[in-house]
């Protein structure tokens, strides 16, 4: 893992049309956002698409080309409808076929006599292709250049990012400090704008929510890469706090 004082950023690519219709619930956004930012990579774009081949060639293309790197999940499996990898293929303008690294890895869970031509749709990879390991049902993932394409498969997903992320670039982490306003979102609004507007390399954000009181409330989150403008913000907004707390 290689730091960079540059930032470091990336796209989540989910692909499927079963998490379009509903059906299936994402579990992987957050934990993907979340890993990566505690690496120090700012994760800025989000896209889910169905499992139809130009609309994965044509977001693979532009978030590859936006991010330093992008992260799939999903279309890897054993059916008609896992059409990821030849996809990605596509957009990279490379051949894709079983590749007995990945053969070798399938054949360590499933008896050769089992590794039908849908199972071997699991070790088709594209071209040039680096493997990501699966330590939970070995089918492999790849990395094509700044392009990681992952399983859609929860657990499976978190194991193939534990692999790839100790090679993963990464930036400066970003700190981040919570203050619990005791007032409601209306209350701070205005100021907040004020030191905001002070303090452009530090985001602070805003964000209401129910207390368990049942009366409004807001924490207010106060984020950057360097900690002494986040001491001098968090100091700010601490101090507009105490004027207008409520409660």
């Known amino acids: 893992m290689t730091a960079s004082v540059e930032p470091v950023t990336a796209a989540i690519l989910v692909i499927g049309d079963e998490i379009l219709s ?8 957050g934990y993907i956002a979340e890993y990566l930012t505690t690496l120090g990579i700012d994760v800025r774009e989000v896209r889910v698409v169905p499992d139809v081949e130009d609309e994965i060639v ?8 936006r991010y330093t ?31 007995p ?23 088709r990879i594209p071209d040039g292709a680096e493997l990501v390991p699966n330590p939970v049902s070995k089918a492999p993932g790849f990395w094509i250049g700044n392009v ?25 982490r970003m700190l981040s400090e919570t203050i619990l306003a005791n007032a409601r979102e209306g209350d701070v609004g205005g100021p907040l704008r004020i030191i905001a507007e002070a303090h ?17 409330n807001t924490n207010l989150v106060v984020r950057s890469r ?11 907004v601490q101090a507009m706090v105490d004027t207008v707390r409520r409660w």
């Open 22 to 29: 509903g059906r299936t619930k994402d579990r992987n956004i």
């Open 200 to 216: 452009p390399e530090v985001t602070i954000g805003s964000y209401p929510f129910m207390g368990e009181d049942g009366r409004p």
């Open 148 to 172: 990681i394409v992952m399983a859609g498969v929860p657990t499976i997903m978190q194991a193939m990012l534990d692999q790839v992320a100790p090679k993963l670039r990464t930036g400066v």
């Open 69 to 99: 790197y992008l992260f799939t999940t999903g279309g890897i499996g054993p059916t008609h409808d896992d059409i990821t990898a030849d996809s990605v293929a596509k957009a990279f303008g490379v051949s894709i076929d079983v590749d």
């Open 101 to 123: 690294r990945a053969r070798a890895m399938l054949l360590e869970y499933i008896k050769a006599e089992d590794l039908n031509e849908a199972r071997l749709r699991m070790a």
């Open 226 to 236: 360097d900690p002494r403008k986040l001491a001098a913000a968090l100091a700010e």
């Open 58 to 65: 044509a977001a693979v293309n532009a978030l590859r080309a």
